[in-house]
């Protein structure tokens, strides 16, 4: 079946600076979608959605593109701190379903944070 | 305000016995859904109940079944459990609309022995 996918497993990156995660998807009835991070032991924690009438949405030091055209999502995380350490999921769900649908996940990208 | 609450937090059962997981939604929150994540299929969507109804199933075997209570608290069942049953069982609660974000509970960890 359809699914959303990240392209890297695992992001290693400096404290202090920019991290990019990245996520395509190939249901083109997705019309919503969220970012997640999971820490260990933990559930799912909400960070940022976008609908597909919107190509950009910023947060507090997050920022989420779509690319409707290539199916494509990214979230940009600004001056990555140690707290950020986690893995990171992109899900989505089509908007019509009105919350029937559940969420498809992705495989998520574990972003690690060097010192 | 309280989040998502999943009981129990860990659980270990014996193949060919049953399961029953509880989660209570965010106040006001009308729908739950249900997901299994395992290292090695990821998190998967088992199913949505909204307003006591269950609105849409994913691709599990008739064993996984739930249900939805007025309060809107959910409880999901798996009987004759299987080794691979082992996972971390994760609700998630919204008001149902279909874009207004899913909160997750912390998950129920179950072992399968």
């Known amino acids: 079946g359809e699914s959303v996918g990240l392209h890297l497993p695992t992001l290693s990156v400096q404290e202090g600076d920019n991290s990019i995660i990245n996520c395509a998807y190939s249901?083109?009835?997705?019309?919503?979608f969220i970012w997640y991070k999971q820490e260990s032991g933990k559930g799912p924690q909400f960070i940022i959605d976008i609908r597909s009438n919107m190509d950009k949405r910023q947060g507090q030091r997050v920022t989420v593109l779509l690319n409707k055209t290539v199916k494509h999502l990214s979230l940009q995380i600004a001056a990555t701190q140690p707290g950020d350490s986690a893995v990171y999921f992109c899900a989505e769900t089509p908007y019509s379903g009105g919350g029937a649908d559940g969420l498809t996940f992705g495989k998520g990208t574990h972003l690690i944070i060097q010192p | 305000k309280a989040g998502v609450t999943q009981t129990p937090r860990y659980l270990i059962k014996t193949r060919g016995q049953q399961v029953t997981l509880s989660c209570s939604p965010i106040s006001g929150h009308r729908s739950v859904s249900w997901y299994q994540q395992t290292p090695g299929q990821g998190l998967q969507f088992l199913f949505e109940?909204?307003?006591?109804?269950?609105?849409n199933k994913g691709n599990f075997p008739g064993r996984f079944s739930g249900r939805q209570f007025s309060n809107s608290r959910s409880e999901m069942n798996v009987s004759t459990l299987e080794l691979g049953d082992s996972a971390l069982y994760l609700c998630?609660?919204?008001f149902g609309s279909g874009s207004d974000g899913y909160t997750f509970g912390s998950g129920t960890r179950l072992t399968v022995v």
């Open positions: 249901n083109s009835a997705s019309d919503y």
């Open positions: 109940y909204f307003s006591e109804t269950q609105r």
């Open positions: 998630a609660s919204s």
